[in-house]
């Protein structure tokens, strides 16, 4: 029964992803005037606004919705209560959230609507039962009044340190498309596309960086104040920044301005940030169409610590990009992150509650791509020219990639585990126990299209996009009919197995044979496709003189294939995806791998804590075949060699289960160890809201002890811990998590038995 059930929802959710049609905009022409006062002292936004539209939905409007949006940092908000207290409470490190939008004064056509009357409040939803219908055709107006407490946190909405960073700040019309009101008190939004003008009153030494990019007029007040006019079109958000302290590098590309907004004590990659953002919007540009609007700002905000987010012309970066050295490309990757979503999600608006992937994974992908041709498909965790050339191939061995490193690993990990969900669902309709990757699997799609259709007609593919739906909203099928019209080939499949399943890759190469015939070498390369996906990937031999390589597309119609190459010289080795393009959930079998691999390590005890140990020099080694790895050195200051290894698995061996074994061997100088231990963890599902993750694990190990100052002899036994921990829909931790441990242990000749109790609100 459980089996029919899951297939039952599984098959609604994806005929619902199927059936999706173009999501048109039914609120047209909207227009937005606000003039808005920020208070330091007070730490409050007085605003005035007015807000214009046309009902095109084809029918009368009995009521309307108003996103109240900073009511969400309110303490016991929704979000609130779905963070949990601690998460929620780590965004005011100084105090508790005292912010709130508040509603003076509202009126629309000329009736005054009363708040728990005929307008009710549902925390970030202001619902109006409109006193007069607005028919089809005819416009509504709407006159507000209305109050901003600030939060000092660190959240998109906030100050710190007289830094104001202003997002979703006003009451904001909701979205009527084709489908639906959409007016779920959600924390991403769904938006509107129209015009704003604003003029915003700030003290007058303020610096202000807005959307609409530089100011039409300024005028200063007598009051100490300047008034400060903005105006934007064709977007659906207006957001500010505003600090006395900000410095300003300006810059241009084909007559777009660009600025960047920073701290003085961060100039250095202040004035990068600007640079960053030109060599983005021109790349971008190239390959999604060009950049529509007039201006772009990039700010350094005292919030979101090491995050960053997009709006409209303006970004925002967490205080703590700009602490890293100018050798790391992490300031300039979430630059292009958040550039890449002027394109989706600025430019195609998604519905984010439903259809994350839509903007996720393609900035996912664009931060990527930018990053591998800016900086190189390897070790562009850093900008290599940065670094003097001696040491260049010494940092080529401990620095990686992005997508290795932010992109594969988590995605391997659920997928690999079973709990993987359809990348499509929203994290309203996840399964319980499963995981929707939109930025992971969104971008790995995104890849996958580009290697299938090739880079060329990919680009087309998005530029087409962008063309035939700027500036409006777009669903996964507007995309997906896009792809096929220019592929000239229906594509259906390949988004039925990439987005509408949780299908695997894993390659295999069976072996390499070879005849020679008339003068020729006939070579053979066994393809076996062990994952559930279809997917054509291209296979490479080396030839003889170790130099040439040739490569053929295996289309992968078939579990079984061969590749045929016919050369002058005999085939020595081959291997699948050579350029590891696509996540195959086992790359060590896409050749006949090496029996032993190794590569050099250095290290000294200063840098673990073992002052004694001195320089230690070797080998890090490698077992692919048998998924054992580990290192083998010597130690000068204690003048021994030193080895580990370790070989560790991850298996599920029923639904719901997801477990785990490893082995552990070593002896770094002062302890010799040997550990095995085996971990289950089950999920139960007790209520709509939560889930319960049972963890338990047996672990056998014994120690010896020596060079040590102090508890030299020996450690063995076998200890049995159980964990308890419970988690919301997105997987964050709850409010409770229990560990139970009970071992029993020889320590010299005392037994030791510990039991303890480790609760987390």
Do not use: C
Not at 148 to 177: H, Q, T
């Amino acid at each position: 029964m459980r089996s029919l059930a899951t297939a039952a929802l599984l098959f609604l959710w994806v005929s619902a992803a199927i059936f999706t049609v173009h999501a048109e905009q039914k609120l047209t022409d909207i227009s937005y005037t606000i003039k808005a006062r920020l208070s330091t002292q007070a730490k409050k936004i007085f605003g005035e606004e007015k807000l214009r539209f046309k009902n095109d939905s084809g029918s009368a409007l009995r009521v309307l919705y108003l996103h109240l949006r900073p009511n969400r940092l309110k303490e016991g908000s929704i979000q609130a209560r779905t963070m949990g207290v601690k998460n929620f409470d780590s965004i005011f490190p100084y105090g508790p959230a005292d912010a709130y939008l508040l509603v003076q004064e509202l009126q629309l056509d000329g009736h005054k609507y009363e708040i728990g009357a005929d307008a009710q409040l549902d925390d970030t939803i202001l619902k109006l039962n409109l006193a007069s219908p607005i028919d089809s055709g005819n416009y509504g107006e709407f006159s507000i009044k209305f109050v901003l407490k600030i939060p000092n946190g660190l959240e998109r909405l906030g100050y710190f340190n007289e830094n104001y960073y202003i997002s979703w700040w006003y009451p904001e019309l909701a979205v009527l498309d084709s489908n639906s009101w959409h007016h779920d008190p959600f924390e991403e939004p769904y938006q509107n596309f129209g015009s704003y003008s604003v003029e915003l009153t700030v003290p007058e030494a303020m610096v202000v960086g807005a959307t609409g990019g530089f100011p039409e007029s300024e005028v200063k007040n007598n009051d100490g104040t300047k008034t400060l006019k903005f105006s934007a079109q064709n977007v659906h958000d207006f957001a500010w920044v505003a600090d006395a302290r900000y410095k300003v590098e300006e810059t241009e590309w084909e007559g777009i301005k660009i600025r960047s907004l920073y701290l003085p004590e961060n100039a250095e990659m202040g004035k990068l940030a600007a640079r960053y953002s030109k060599d983005v919007l021109e790349y971008f540009s190239k390959r999604f169409g060009k950049y529509p609007y007039p201006t772009f700002t990039s700010a350094q905000i005292n919030g979101l610590v090491a995050g960053a987010m997009e709006y409209p012309q303006l970004i925002m970066n967490g205080n703590l990009l700009y602490k890293f050295p100018k050798q790391s490309t992490l300031l300039d990757v979430v630059i292009s992150h958040e550039v890449g979503h002027q394109w989706f999600f600025g430019m195609l608006m998604n519905n984010q509650p439903d259809e994350t992937w839509l903007d996720e994974g393609f900035a996912e992908f664009a931060m990527i791509a930018y990053a591998e041709e800016k900086y190189g498909v390897e070790h562009n965790l850093a900008d290599l020219k940065q670094i003097p050339e001696p040491w260049r191939d010494l940092f080529k061995n401990v620095i990686s990639d992005w997508r290795s490193q932010f992109l594969l690993p988590n995605y391997l990990n659920v997928a690999r585990e079973g709990r993987e969900e359809i990348v499509t669902a929203s994290p309203q309709k996840t399964r319980p126990g499963h995981t929707p990757l939109f930025y992971e699997k969104g971008a790995l799609t995104l890849f996958a299209l580009e290697y299938l259709v090739g880079r060329e007609t990919f680009d087309k593919i998005l530029q087409t996009y962008v063309q035939n739906f700027q500036f409006k909203q777009v669903t996964t099928a507007d995309f997906e009919k896009v792809a096929s019209d220019v592929y000239s080939q229906d594509l259906a499949w390949f988004f039925d197995e990439w987005l509408r399943s949780t299908k695997t890759l894993d390659f295999v190469f069976e072996g390499l044979t070879v005849e020679q015939a008339e003068g020729k070498y006939i070579n053979r390369v066994l393809v076996h496709q062990a994952g559930e996906m279809h997917m054509p990937v291209d296979v490479q031999i080396t030839l003889a003189d170790g130099k040439t390589k040739l490569t053929q597309r295996w289309e992968g119609n078939e579990k079984f294939g061969t590749v045929t190459f016919i050369t002058d010289q005999k085939a020595i080795s081959a291997i699948i995806d050579p350029d590891e393009k696509l996540p195959d959930l086992n790359r060590a079998n896409n050749t006949d791998a090496k029996f032993f691999d190794s590569s050099p390590f250095v290290d000294h005890g200063l840098l673990h804590g073992q002052q004694e140990d001195g320089f230690i020099s070797g080998i890090n080694w490698n077992l692919p075949r048998l998924s054992i790895n580990g290192k083998l050195g010597y130690s000068l200051g204690l003048s021994r060699f030193i080895y580990s290894a370790h070989h560790e698995k991850n298996f599920s061996f029923m639904d719901q289960w997801l477990s785990q074994y490893s082995f552990d061997l070593g002896d770094d100088g002062h302890i010799r160890s040997l550990d095995a231990k085996l971990s289950l963890i089950f999920s139960t599902y007790p209520s709509l809201g939560v889930s319960l993750h049972h963890e338990l694990s047996v672990q056998k190990f014994y120690d010896q002890r020596y060079n040590v100052a102090e508890d030299d002899g020996f450690l063995a036994g076998i200890r049995v811990s159980y964990a308890l921990s419970m988690r919301d829909r997105l997987g964050r931790d709850g409010t409770l998590k229990l560990t139970y441990k009970k071992g029993l242990s020889e320590w010299g000749s005392e037994y030791v038995f510990t039991k303890y109790q480790d609760f987390r609100g």
